[in-house]
């Protein structure tokens, strides 16, 4: 049998997830395909038996490069599929969103698994605190794999049910975090925030921000200077990746100090949710 996974990972923690199922897959003979999408498109999704879906959660919601990637789906004629995610804190309604979207690709549901992953939010950095730190940890890869071996088990048997696997949502959503998710869409980030890009003088035009942004939105411009165009992620990669921090963006500005305290100060009293403290200085993450 042949399984396609498909994911989109920034910082490897849905990558892991993606490696943990396959590795299962593959010790069950099965024959595997992995791929980033923001690497590779991949076509013939036809020629598979199975296809896996994975993705992080961003701003309450699926990043845009998923959503997108996902609505261009052709028809999948009842195409059996699966999918997973790995967040930081909370997960609201993106397990929804996904099932959605496939629903509408006709495909025919096996399951869904979630699992924590390391957030790197530059947000929740500069507040000092790195949310679900070191996780996918080993217990998360082995939930992973038994979430496998049920799927082989559903497909082998045919039992596959829009509710076979858990697909209760991690939703903590109150007010606020509601106001944020308004604060956090689409149209939004393509008319205000990607505006607030700029590059310091101590930029060396050396396109690394260029070579890592996951959405091809930025340029150099005849100055050997970014530019920021109008698709971005709002994941402030590009930042984070500058060998000389000079990139300085909405994630700097004071004005939303408040929302980042308010959700790492949510985020660590909740007891299932592990964090250690730490200092970012100079792109780097020190544990304390
Ligand atoms: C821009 C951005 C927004 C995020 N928003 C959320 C969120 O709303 N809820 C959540 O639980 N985690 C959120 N996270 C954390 C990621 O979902 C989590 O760290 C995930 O494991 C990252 O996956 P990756 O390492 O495969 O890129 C966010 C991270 C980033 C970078
Ligand atoms: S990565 Fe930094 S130094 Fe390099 S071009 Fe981008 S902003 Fe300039
Ligand atoms: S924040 Fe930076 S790296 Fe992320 S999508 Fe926008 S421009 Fe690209």
New binding site residues.
Partial sequence: MKCLILYFSQTNSTRKVAEAIGEELAAHEWYLKLKNIKDEKVDHLEEYDLIGFGSPVYYFRLPFIVEDYLKSLPDLNNKAVFSFISYGSYYFNVPFQIRKILKEKNTVNLGFYAARGEDKYLGYLKEGVLLSESRPNKDDISQAKEFTRYLIESFQQNTASENNYSYKSKNKKNLIYNIESLLTKRWLIDKIYTRLFF?KKS????????KECPQNNII?NSKKR?QWGKSCELCFN?EM????Q??YSSADMKIFDPVFKYNVRQAINDNEINYTEIDYKKGEIIKK
Wanted: aromatic share 0%.
């Fill in positions: 590059s930029c060396t035009g050396c396109g690394k921000c260029v150099l970014p590009c990746i500058c060998p000389v000079a990139i």
